[in-house]
């Protein structure tokens, strides 16, 4: 069975973040073309970082308080965190490539 990116709300945001493994947030929206497209390399994502870093989708919609904490204005935004604090941004949508590299460079 095919891991799936976990679910991440305003509610278990910043236990997320500061779960101290790396984190890499996808925030989207159901009615978001490229959201939909890189959907798949997300979902991918989690399960290949399975147990060494937290793949999540937060969808902005249902998830405003996370949404404006961190300035996110267009969709879709991944950010990445490390030890509880961001350390990357990524705007629209890009290969999974370049997100495995980001995530890649905090896992030692």
Do not use: R, Y
Not at 14 to 34: M, R
């Amino acid at each position: 069975m095919a891991h799936k990116a976990l679910e991440i709300t305003d509610t278990n945001f910043e236990e997320i973040i500061a779960s101290g493994k790396p984190v890499l947030i996808d925030f989207w929206a159901e009615w978001c073309g490229p959201c939909k497209m890189i959907g798949p390399s997300i979902e991918e994502l989690a399960g290949e970082f399975e147990g060494k870093a937290i793949v999540g989708k937060l969808n902005v919609d249902s998830n405003p308080m996370a949404s404006a904490k961190f300035g996110v204005l267009s969709i879709p935004t991944l950010l990445f965190f490390n030890k509880g604090k961001q350390f990357d941004k990524q705007i629209g949508a890009v290969s999974k490539s370049i997100l495995a590299q980001k995530l890649n460079s905090v896992l030692n």
